[in-house]
């Protein structure tokens, strides 16, 4: 049986949307979600303990969430080559093996649960869900975040459609804000 929804938090204004989301369920579904809080980006205090307490989530979790940054060994997929098709070979590389150091960090089994919602899925956690092909929803941080700048498009300029195509239709690399194959 799945255990209901989690929800990936960077900050606490994640924290607090994924307390909206839940505030809004039917009674009978509410107090059955759990909070992952990363701590890459942000250090949460005391919080993690003091959320269960509230009813409305059944735990919160911690994330030792790691930027490809902290693996040395991925420094070499990252080189610019020149040329954005000459680059896509080390980018699958990188890929696989950035979602495969990350996973000793992953905290939950996500495809234990029936929803699962990430606000940056271009952090490491995109990465992990789409190379283990979990279904997830990117809820960024507000109402049009991608209405007049989308990051995917500026980040991945060169080739756009081709880079499109690998990550929505092959798996083969990651695009953040929804270009990524598993997300919602």
């Given amino acids: 049986m799945k255990k209901g929804r989690i929800y990936v938090c960077h900050t606490f204004y994640h924290l607090y949307i994924s307390f909206l989301k839940e505030f809004a369920r039917p009674k009978e ?4 979600a759990t909070v992952v809080l990363s701590k890459m980006s942000n250090d949460f205090g005391d919080i993690k303990d003091r959320i269960p307490q509230s009813g409305y989530v ?19 997929y990252k080189k610019d080559r020149g040329n954005a098709l000459v680059n896509m070979i080390p980018r699958i590389i990188f890929t696989s093996k950035y979602a495969k ?3 000793q960090y992953v905290p939950v089994d996500f ?9 940056c899925d271009n952090d490491p956690i995109g990465t992990y869900l789409n190379k283990k092909r979990i279904h997830y929803h990117a809820v960024e941080d507000g109402l049009n975040y991608l209405a007049t700048f989308v990051n ?3 980040d991945n300029a060169g080739a756009f459609g081709i880079k499109k ?3 929505m239709k092959l798996n083969l690399i990651f695009m953040q804000d929804g270009y990524s194959k598993y997300c919602s």
């Fill in 152 to 154: 995917a498009k500026r």
């Fill in 58 to 76: 059944k735990e919160a979790i911690e994330f030792d969430e790691h930027s490809f940054n902290d693996f040395p060994e991925l420094s070499k």
């Fill in 111 to 119: 495809k234990e649960y029936d929803e699962i919602y990430v606000f």
């Fill in 101 to 103: 150091l990350q996973e």
């Fill in 165 to 167: 195509f690998l990550s």
């Fill in 29 to 32: 579904e509410k107090g059955n």
